[in-house]
């Protein structure tokens, strides 16, 4: 009898953690394809769009090459056949494509596969600063680019790389040199990766770099993916693909920071950026992550998009939010969407591998 009992509630154990493994890779959602006015294809030459992030007046800075090899150790894989590019759009001409931006400087273009970025503008001199997560073969980097707006260039200024830097995803400068990043996994084998995965361990975590030393300022994680800064730089929002959700975390004058909420919005979200109007969180999303695998082995295999708009209902609480889904395309127009960025009515629409869109934005509360 004993027996039994140990066998029925192993075997609930193991279906419950199968339900949650399934739960969070989407195989329960379903799409209906709806944009928010027109939309078009960018015609850039690179693959894909992984991150945007865009400054005051309306340049939009877009990372395009990122090392899918990082997602699977074996070390027979050769990256795939690309390289890492940075390339502008403008908001205020939304009719011409984005232009690839060359790199000044001591840097090394070969090995440049870039992910997450984050803009830092000094508000007095209007200075551009441009932070990409790298991922270097050797290791992981943020390198720090200085834009100048004339010659449309890339000035690379600075490579950082320190050992709370294990797995980056996302960035988002807080000064010159300083930011926070995350830490989407902690294993370095393909065996520790895969029970991470598998298992849902929760040993991702965020980091921060004061421009001379690091620390991990959270751990225990599942995840975390996006991450990004109230425009009061007062509040941290992070993203976890795996739970659905966003956390928002309060950030103190030490730069530690805490949790005040988590906002669930029950679909894989990729990327964050904020409206710098009224401080809306705009949300990339994978509604079927399950169906990203075999997008990254076959780019023509579709994976459906999303975008959901957060919308907090007081400027002084969290507490009341509503959430829109602002954009779902089924993977024909755009696969994998990872980030969504806006500017006066006009939305810019990433994705991990696969193409840019550019939409208007003519139904929006």
């Keep these: 009898m004993l027996n039994k009992i140990v066998g029925m509630i192993v075997l609930a154990a193991v279906g419950t953690h199968v339900f949650r493994i399934l739960h969070s890779l989407g195989y329960q959602n379903t799409v209906y394809k709806h944009y928010p006015g027109p ?4 015609q850039t030459p690179g693959k894909g769009s992984e991150d945007i992030s865009v400054t005051t007046n309306g340049l939009a800075f877009i990372s395009s090459g990122i090392r899918l090899t990082r997602y699977n150790l074996d070390k027979s894989r050769k990256p795939h056949n690309t390289r890492g590019r940075i390339y502008l759009y403008d908001f205020n001409n939304p009719s011409q494509n984005a232009t690839e931006l060359p790199f000044d400087g001591d840097f090394d273009v070969d090995n ?15 200075e551009v600063l441009l932070f990409v997560v790298n991922h270097n073969p050797k290791e992981e980097r943020i390198e720090i680019f200085n ?7 890339l000035k690379h200024s600075k490579t950082v790389n320190v050992k709370t830097m294990y797995s980056v995803n996302d960035v988002v400068a807080v000064g010159r040199e300083s930011f926070y990043f995350t830490n989407d996994r902690y294993s370095k084998t393909w065996y520790g990766q895969s029970a991470e995965k598998y298992l849902l361990l ?3 975590s965020i ?13 225990g994680l599942l995840g975390p993916n996006g991450i990004n800064i109230s425009p009061d730089r007062r509040f941290l929002y992070v993203a976890s693909i795996r739970l659905g959700s966003v956390t928002i975390y309060s950030i103190s004058s030490d730069n530690s920071i805490k949790e005040l909420k988590v906002i669930p919005v029950y679909t894989g979200v990729d990327n964050i950026e904020i409206d710098p109007d009224n401080g809306d969180l705009w949300l990339g999303c994978h509604p079927q992550l399950y169906l990203m695998t075999s997008h990254f082995a076959n780019v023509t295999k579709r994976s459906p998009s999303q975008v959901l ?11 009341q939010y509503e959430i829109q889904e602002v954009f779902v ?5 755009i696969s994998g969407s990872s980030v969504a960025s806006v500017y006066k009515n006009k939305l810019l629409v990433g994705s991990v591998i696969h193409t840019t869109v550019y939409c208007d934005i003519n139904t929006l509360y």
């Design 39 to 42: 939309c078009r294809l960018l």
């Design 207 to 219: 980091g921060f770099y004061d421009g001379k030393k690091d620390t991990l300022v959270q751990t």
């Design 112 to 126: 440049f596969y870039p992910h997450g970025i984050s803009l830092w503008q000094d508000s007095i001199t209007g």
């Design 202 to 204: 929760p040993w991702g």
């Design 329 to 333: 395309d089924d993977g024909a127009l």
């Design 309 to 319: 708009r957060v919308k907090f209902n007081r400027k002084d609480s969290y507490d």
């Design 147 to 153: 834009f100048d707006p004339k010659s449309l260039r």
